[in-house]
C-alpha cells in the first residue's frame, strides 16, 4: 500500500469521464487499498479513483460505522428525499458550499472481485455517494453551489449565529 497524491481543482484528470474496470485483478486490489491508505490520511469521508489521477470508476466511501465500502463500476439507482448542506471536496482543499443532495440513495457496483451487489446510505452516505460518483464523470461539487466558503468564514458565521 502507498500514499496517492490528491489532484486538485484545475488538473486536467478532474475533468474526464472514467473508463469501467474490466479486470478484476491485483492491480485493483492494490488501488482499492492505496486509495484506503491515502482516504484515511486525508481525513476525508470519499475518494475517487480520478482524484489521484486514475482514469477508472473506482470510489472508496466510508460508512456510517466509518468501514470503507468499495465501489467499482457504481451506479445509481435509486433515489428518495431531500437534504441541502455543506459540502467539502479532498480536491477543493479549504472551501465548502450548500449543495442539495437526495437523502436517501442506493448505488449498484462491484466489489473487488467483480461480483455485483447493492448498497444504501443515507445522509452523509448518500451525499458521498453522490459527490463520488459524479467525479467519475468529470464534476466537481462546486458545479452545484453558488458561493464558496472558507473555515474562517464559516466559523465567523456561527460566531454571529451564536451571538
Known amino acids: ?4 497524491t490528491i489532484l486538485t481543482q484545475g488538473d486536467p484528470a478532474l475533468s ?11 492491480k485493483l486490489h492494490d488501488l482499492l487499498a492505496d486509495m484506503k491508505e491515502t482516504l484515511a490520511q486525508a481525513n476525508g469521508v470519499g475518494l475517487a479513483a480520478p482524484q489521484i489521477g486514475i482514469l477508472r470508476r473506482v470510489v472508496v466511501v466510508l460508512d456510517d460505522d466509518d468501514q470503507a465500502i468499495e465501489l467499482v463500476n457504481p451506479e445509481i439507482v435509486r433515489t428518495a428525499g431531500e437534504q441541502t448542506g455543506l459540502e467539502g471536496c479532498l480536491s477543493v482543499p479549504g472551501k465548502y458550499g450548500v449543495v442539495t443532495r437526495p437523502f436517501e440513495v442506493t448505488v449498484r457496483a ?21 459527490h463520488e460518483l459524479e467525479h467519475l464523470d ?24 451564536d451571538a
Open 16 to 26: 474526464k469521464r472514467c473508463r469501467p474496470v474490466e479486470h478484476f485483478d491485483a
Open 1 to 4: 500500500m502507498s500514499l496517492r
Open 110 to 130: 462491484q466489489d473487488r472481485n467483480g461480483a455485483f451487489f447493492e448498497v444504501t446510505g443515507k445522509e452523509i452516505v448518500a451525499r458521498c455517494f453522490c
Open 138 to 161: 468529470g464534476h466537481l461539487f462546486v458545479e452545484h453551489t453558488d458561493r464558496l466558503f472558507t473555515v474562517e468564514e464559516l466559523d465567523a458565521m456561527a460566531e454571529e449565529e
